[in-house]
């Protein structure tokens, strides 16, 4: 299937959006023939039909997030459960017990959106950056006050890839490295050493590095992203229906995009392709969200 990248987006201002674009639709797809990672349902590619819909051009800020907390005194999941989980890598993160078992995230009491490193971390140097340990509960509070939604994967990769053509990452085909930097993501050996050398050991603002064509940031790297979509995996594999009987015991939600932790040889998640799955009420310090609109708003 050949078709054409979708046209140059206007900027439209919906209800409580910074910035958002028009993405075209019409035939598209989702997925891909080339899975890197098959167990996560990757492929195969699936046709869909898409209408126009709006997408944010960066995920929601810190700063943003704390005018929707102020305007509505909204309590995220995190701050009820009174802990989150927090990545913790290098020497001094590995080796502990951790609930997840992978032994570089922790459970941090008082780890919430204002401190999400825990007690004593803060956002203050980092309005611009996406807000962080916000489960799909608090980014579909946030969607509903400002006037929109999560966008659907099928919504998501085809704003990623910038219309209906196949490439792996918003960008092209040429795979980032620690020399040819477009996005964050881990450099150096994981889990224990990261280099920074995009100048990030964490997140970056949400408005940084190359934007794609149609004028999104970081639609891959720096954090995952939400959808409003259910885990599941298109496959009558015995091993995928119990993949699927799982997430829907644990009302696991799709995410995408990545983010500063993946890194090619343990986590290649920054591909438009990628998924990955997380309960409803989990929140992580990797993990934020932007909205998407329904193009009869604008």
Excluded at 57 to 85: C, D, H, K, L, N
Excluded at 207 to 213: D, I, L, N, Q
Excluded at 225 to 241: C, H, M, N, Q, Y
Aim: charged share 25%; net charge negative.
């Amino acid at each position: 299937m050949t078709a054409t990248p979708v046209a140059t987006p206007a900027p439209v201002a919906p209800t409580r959006s910074v910035d958002a674009v028009l993405i075209k639709g019409g035939r598209s797809f989702v997925g891909t023939n080339d899975p890197v990672i098959a167990a996560d349902g990757e492929g195969p590619e699936r046709p869909v039909k898409l209408n126009d819909f709006l997408l944010e051009t960066t995920t929601v800020t810190v700063e943003r997030f704390a005018e929707f907390v102020a305007a509505t005194g909204y309590v995220t999941e995190a701050e009820q459960f009174g802990w989150s989980s927090v990545f913790l890598g290098g020497d001094k993160g590995l080796g502990e017990v951790v609930g997840t078992g992978l032994n570089w995230w922790h459970r941090v009491d008082g780890a919430y959106w204002r401190e999400p490193e825990g007690p004593g971390s803060s956002v203050d140097e980092r309005q611009d950056h996406p807000v962080t340990q916000v489960s799909v509960r608090d980014a579909e509070a946030f969607a509903q006050w400002g006037g929109g939604r999560l966008p659907s994967e099928a919504e998501w990769e085809h704003a990623a890839r910038g219309g209906a053509r196949r490439q792996r990452f918003p960008w092209g085909d040429e795979e980032p490295s620690d020399e040819a930097i477009f996005c964050n993501i881990w450099q150096g050996s994981f889990p224990r050493l990261n280099t920074a050398r995009d100048g990030f050991e964490a997140t970056a603002p949400a408005r940084s590095f190359a934007p794609s064509e149609l004028g999104l940031y970081n639609m891959v790297g720096n954090v995952w992203e939400w959808t409003a979509e259910p885990f599941r995996i298109r496959s009558v594999s015995l091993k995928a229906r119990q993949r699927n009987e799982a997430a829907r015991l644990h009302g696991e939600r799709l995410l995408k995009g990545g983010s500063f932790l993946c890194h090619k040889s343990y986590c290649y998640r920054y591909r438009i392709a990628a998924r990955m799955a997380l309960s409803r009420d989990s929140a992580a310090s990797n993990v934020g969200f932007r909205l998407a609109f329904d193009a009869r708003r604008a």
